[in-house]
């Protein structure tokens, strides 16, 4: 009988477990070629287990680095989330949003974005409120170019950005247990403030886009700058308008685009010009009394001082201005610089008690979406007596804060208005400052000028919904 042998070192069926990798094969004096052909059979097997086992295993591993990249991915989505949400944010407040009403724009009727003639873009309600009834055209209400209305077209690009971020617009906040939201996020809300809303006046058509208010001293009347023909409306205490003037067009007693506005005690009306650059000064009747020019490169805050002075912050040249006038001559006396190297100042206001002064400044971004405002006051002898910027007041709220509007109350607290989260906040007096209490946390859209009446009561020009509103305290500060 032939019989047969493995050139290769094996065992016997009964240690076929451990046979080695098979190799060629030759004839040999095995005992029994059934017993050869079992042993080879079983470490055929045991070879299909292992190689199985170890797909078994490589597919195992491979399913672990899976879940691994799956939780690295889903943690670098929860890093992004907030940068995410911000530029939203970003965009629907730069471009998705109405200038005129600040709607957000959407595919409803009246909220479909509609390209003007001259490339601005409104939303539909706007501009079928624009429309003169008896020539069907409307005049833009950013460059005042005339166009019909039958002219204006479907904006399609931001149509289609809208149904882009859709899905990211619908999409609730995250709400899981734990979840925290980043400090600069505006979803965060304040406490309930201490003031309510008794009241408003204006509106759009009455108002549109108005940028500043003053309180006169004498009359309790209500002076606003805004972007209508008559540029400069008076309002009594009821909120009836009882005059307008200052018409716009280019000459110097007219006004071209008004930012700040101060009334005098004897009712003389201040106004800063961006289109000429430069200070006009009324009477209550609507008569130019003086216009200073020449001296500024972007005047815009303007308050009177306890000594019946002006006060000018100038955003372009980053200075401070004072100026003395006879405004029953209509003559300018004296015009001084105290400070200079401030940030683009912007809104200023001066208290009644310590002539204490408040400037806030737009301070330039160092990347995108990183702008901020400062808000800095000193003495009535210019001595700096604090400062805060958007940071360091965000180490105290939680959110970004931008300072559009600042006032003093009757007890000398610094009040702020801020158009992140539409809300009043109290910053306490200078020599305590900054100490913070939000006084209005809702119903305001896009606050940006603040007075108080003698009652205390607090009147806030919100250019949102181009009305001014009062509020009274619920409680005291």
């Known amino acids: 009988m032939t019989h047969w042998r ?25 005992a029994d070629p059934v017993t050869f052909q079992r042993s080879v059979s079983d470490c055929v097997g045991t070879t299909s287990r292992r190689l199985a086992q170890g797909g078994r295993d490589r597919e195992r591993r491979g399913e672990g680095r899976k879940a691994l990249l799956s939780l690295s991915m889903s943690a670098e ?63 833009c209400p950013f460059c005042r170019k005339t166009g019909k209305s039958s002219e204006t077209s479907d904006c399609l690009p931001l149509l289609q950005f809208l149904e882009l971020l859709g899905p990211v617009l619908r999409a ?14 505006p979803a965060v809300k304040w406490v309930p403030g201490v003031l309510i809303c008794s009241h408003s006046f204006g509106g759009w058509g009455t108002l549109i886009n108005p940028t500043a208010m003053a309180l006169c001293p004498r009359s309790e009347r209500v002076v606003i700058v805004h972007d209508g023909r008559k540029r400069v409306k008076v309002f009594d205490s009821d909120g009836i308008c009882v005059h307008q003037f200052g018409e716009k067009g280019e000459a110097a007693q007219e006004v071209r685009y ?13 106004i800063t010009d961006a289109g000429d650059r430069s200070v006009k000064i009324f009477d209550l009747s609507g008569q130019n009394k003086l216009v200073i020019g020449n001296r500024f490169s972007l005047p815009w805050g303007v308050q009177t001082t306890p000594q019946k002075e002006i006060m000018v912050s100038d955003a372009g040249a980053g200075s401070l201005h004072l100026l003395v006038v006879d405004f029953q001559k209509g003559e300018l006396r004296r015009a001084e610089r105290l400070l200079a190297h401030l940030c683009n100042p912007r809104a200023l206001a001066v208290s009644r008690i310590t002539g204490a002064i408040a400037v806030t400044e737009h301070l330039l971004a160092q990347r995108p979406c990183s702008a901020s405002t400062r ?29 559009t509007a600042v006032t003093f109350d009757h007890q000398g607290n610094i009040i702020v208005a801020d158009t ?29 000028a603040l007075t108080y009446t003698e009652d205390n009561s607090l009147l806030v020009l919100d250019s949102g919904v181009h009305a001014v509103k009062v509020y009274k305290a619920g409680c005291s500060l």
């Open 375 to 403: 808000v800095k006051v000193f003495s009535a002898g210019l001595q700096l007596l604090g400062q805060v910027d958007t940071f360091g007041l965000s180490l105290f709220i939680p959110s970004k804060i931008e300072a």
């Open 77 to 139: 989505a929860s890093e992004r989330e907030p940068a995410l949400r911000t530029l939203v944010r970003e965009a629907e407040i730069s471009l998705l949003e109405c200038k005129v009403c600040f709607e957000k724009f959407s595919h409803e009727k009246d909220r479909r974005p509609r390209n003007l003639t001259c490339g601005h873009v409104i939303c539909l309600g706007c501009v079928t409120a624009l429309v003169q009834a008896r020539t069907r055209t409307l005049e």
């Open 6 to 30: 493995c050139s290769a070192t094996h065992q016997r069926a009964a240690d076929s477990s451990k046979c080695g990798p098979a190799g060629s094969w030759a004839a040999s004096d095995v």
């Open 258 to 270: 008004p930012l700040g506005v101060t009334v005098t005690s004897d009712g003389h009306v201040v």
């Open 172 to 185: 609730p906040p995250s709400s899981e247990a734990g979840a925290t939201r980043a400090p600069e996020d």
């Open 420 to 448: 992140t989260t539409q809300a009043i906040v109290c910053l306490g007096k200078p020599e305590e400052f900054p100490v913070l209490k939000p006084i209005i946390t809702q119903g305001l859209s896009y606050p940006v």
